[in-house]
C-alpha cells in the first residue's frame, strides 16, 4: 500500500444486475497502488463486468466504487449523493486506461494517429508533444517501425499492443485489461503478455482479466478467483492457483490446466 494508505481501487458491497441475473453479488475488494491483481473464473463469473463498473461502463446497482480515494458515479451535497452528469463521468473514467479483447482501433488512422487522437482532443496537448510522446510509447511496445501502418497492415497481436500504447498515452493511473490476448492466435499471445510484464515491473497498477494462468502466477501480486458473480477465493498467485483453498477454485484450475 502505498504511504497515504488510499487504495487505488476500493469497491464495497457492489452489486450489478442484468434482469433477473446477479453478474455481480455483494463484491468487495481492495487494491492497492503499484499492485497487479488477475482476476480468473468461468465464463459469466463477473469478471468483465467488475472492470466496466469500475471504469463506469456499467453502473452499479448498489454499492461504491472508488478510483484513487475519488467516489465514482456520484458526489456528496448537503449530506446526499447526488449522481455526477456525463462530463464528469468523462472526467473520472480518465483515470483509467481500458484495454479490451477486440482491439477497437479506428481504419481510418494510423497506428500513431489512433494514439494521439485522445491526448490532442480529450487532453488538449499539442499536436508535436503527442507525437513525441505517441513515438516513444510505440517504441516501448516493440512497434516503432509501425508508426504510419494501419490497422488493416497490423497483426493481432500488433494491434493490441496499439491498443495498449493508445491507453497509456492518456496517462492513467490504473490499466484495466479484459482477456487482451482471448481474441489473439496463440503464437501472438506472448508479445502482448511481454508488453504486460514490462508495464507491470514499472510499477503500473493493473487489473487483469485472463485464462493465462501462466502469466498470473508469474506477475500477479494477488489472484482473485470469481465465479457465478462473487469473489469466491483471493490471495498470492502460489496459493489460489497452486494449493486453493475453496473446492470451486480446485475444480476450475483442474478444468483449465486438463
Given at each position: 500500500?502505498?504511504?497515504?494508505?488510499?487504495?487505488?481501487?476500493?469497491?464495497?458491497?457492489?452489486?450489478?444486475?442484468f434482469?433477473?441475473l446477479a453478474?455481480?453479488?455483494?463484491?468487495?475488494?481492495?487494491i492497492?497502488p503499484?499492485e497487479?491483481?488477475?482476476?480468473?473464473g468461468?465464463?459469466?463469473?463477473?469478471k468483465?463486468t467488475l472492470?466496466?463498473?469500475?471504469?463506469?461502463?456499467?453502473r452499479?446497482d448498489?454499492?461504491a466504487?472508488?478510483?484513487?480515494?475519488?467516489?465514482?458515479g456520484?458526489?456528496q451535497?448537503?449530506?446526499r449523493?447526488?449522481?455526477l452528469t456525463?462530463?464528469?463521468?468523462?472526467?473520472?473514467?480518465?483515470?483509467s486506461?481500458?484495454?479490451?479483447?477486440?482491439f477497437?482501433?479506428?481504419a481510418?488512422m494510423?497506428?500513431l494517429?489512433?494514439?494521439?487522437?485522445?491526448?490532442?482532443?480529450?487532453?488538449?496537448?499539442?499536436r508535436?508533444?503527442a507525437i513525441?510522446?505517441a513515438?516513444a510509447l510505440l517504441a516501448r511496445?516493440?512497434?516503432?517501425?509501425?508508426?504510419?501502418?494501419?490497422?488493416?497492415?497490423?497483426?493481432?497481436?500488433?494491434?493490441?499492443r496499439v491498443?495498449?500504447?493508445?491507453a497509456?498515452?492518456?496517462?492513467?493511473?490504473?490499466?484495466?485489461?479484459?482477456?487482451p490476448?482471448s481474441?489473439?492466435d496463440?503464437?501472438l499471445?506472448g508479445?502482448?503478455?511481454a508488453v504486460?510484464r514490462?508495464l507491470a515491473?514499472?510499477?503500473?497498477?493493473?487489473?487483469?482479466?485472463t485464462?493465462e494462468?501462466?502469466?498470473?502466477?508469474?506477475?500477479?501480486?494477488?489472484?482473485?478467483f470469481?465465479?457465478q458473480?462473487?469473489?469466491?477465493?483471493?490471495?498470492?498467485p502460489?496459493q489460489?492457483?497452486?494449493?486453493?483453498?475453496?473446492?470451486r477454485?480446485?475444480d476450475f484450475?483442474?478444468?483449465?490446466l486438463s
Amino acid at each position: 500500500m502505498a504511504e497515504t494508505g488510499i487504495p487505488m481501487v476500493k469497491a464495497l458491497s457492489v452489486t450489478k444486475r442484468f434482469g433477473t441475473l446477479a453478474a455481480l453479488d455483494d463484491v468487495s475488494l481492495e487494491i492497492a497502488p503499484g499492485e497487479v491483481v488477475c482476476i480468473v473464473g468461468p465464463s459469466g463469473s463477473g469478471k468483465s463486468t467488475l472492470l466496466r463498473c469500475i471504469n463506469q461502463l456499467e453502473r452499479i446497482d448498489s454499492g461504491a466504487i472508488w478510483v484513487d480515494g475519488e467516489l465514482t458515479g456520484f458526489r456528496q451535497e448537503g449530506g446526499r449523493l447526488v449522481e455526477l452528469t456525463d462530463r464528469d463521468i468523462a472526467r473520472q473514467r480518465l483515470a483509467s486506461g481500458m484495454v479490451f479483447q477486440r482491439f477497437n482501433l479506428f481504419a481510418h488512422m494510423t497506428a500513431l494517429q489512433n494514439i494521439i487522437e485522445g491526448p490532442v482532443t480529450v487532453l488538449k496537448r499539442q499536436r508535436r508533444d503527442a507525437i513525441a510522446e505517441a513515438e516513444a510509447l510505440l517504441a516501448r511496445v516493440g512497434l516503432a517501425e509501425k508508426r504510419d501502418a494501419y490497422p488493416s497492415e497490423l497483426s493481432g497481436g500488433q494491434q493490441q499492443r496499439v491498443a495498449i500504447a493508445r491507453a497509456l498515452a492518456m496517462k492513467p493511473r490504473l490499466m484495466l485489461f479484459d482477456e487482451p490476448t482471448s481474441a489473439l492466435d496463440p503464437e501472438l499471445v506472448g508479445e502482448v503478455l511481454a508488453v504486460m510484464r514490462d508495464l507491470a515491473r514499472s510499477g503500473m497498477t493493473m487489473i487483469v482479466v485472463t485464462h493465462e494462468l501462466g502469466f498470473a502466477r508469474e506477475v500477479a501480486s494477488r489472484v482473485v478467483f470469481m465465479d457465478q458473480g462473487r469473489l469466491v477465493e483471493q490471495g498470492p498467485p502460489a496459493q489460489v492457483l497452486g494449493a486453493p483453498q475453496q473446492q470451486r477454485t480446485r475444480d476450475f484450475i483442474a478444468a483449465v490446466l486438463s
